[in-house]
Nanobody, 125 residues
Framework: QVQLVESGGGSVQAGGSLRLSCVIR????????MGWFRRAQGKEREEVAS???????SYAGSVKGRFTISHDSAENTLYLQILNLKPEDAAMYYC???????????????????WGPGTQVTVSS
């Protein structure tokens, strides 16, 4: 059984930084896509960043240069380093994973099979 659990969220001042973690249990590594999504209050969930089995990464335009996604397979943990937080970054952040390419239509449509419960990020100005 695959389980994802996020941590590292909190309340931070604008300009600050956070590192979100997602521990992934029961996932058999091979070809996969993992990523971070967020849902701000009153808005639809959006993809923030993704990483594939070959280390290829992709970022939403609004976070490029400030967010870094990484994966430590030895620790079974997916990370999202966030720098220079902005008020518009405030959201519930979710990690997701699936045994599909990141270019797959189901990933694009946010239909990954495995999701964590989320961790809240609050940004004060």
């Amino acid at each position: 059984q695959v389980q994802l659990v996020e941590s590292g969220g909190g309340s931070v001042q604008a300009g600050g930084s956070l590192r979100l973690s997602c521990v992934i249990r029961g996932f058999t590594y091979g070809s996969y896509c993992m990523g971070w999504f967020r849902r701000a209050q009153g808005k639809e969930r959006e993809e923030v960043a993704s990483i594939d089995a070959y280390g290829g990464t992709s970022y939403a335009g609004s976070v490029k240069g400030r967010f870094t996604i990484s994966h430590d397979s030895a620790e079974n943990t997916l990370y999202l380093q966030i720098l220079n937080l902005k008020p518009e970054d405030a959201a519930m952040y979710y990690c997701a994973a699936d045994y599909i390419p990141c270019a797959a239509d189901s990933w694009y449509r946010q239909l990954a099979r495995y999701w964590g419960p989320g961790t809240q990020v609050t940004v004060s100005s």
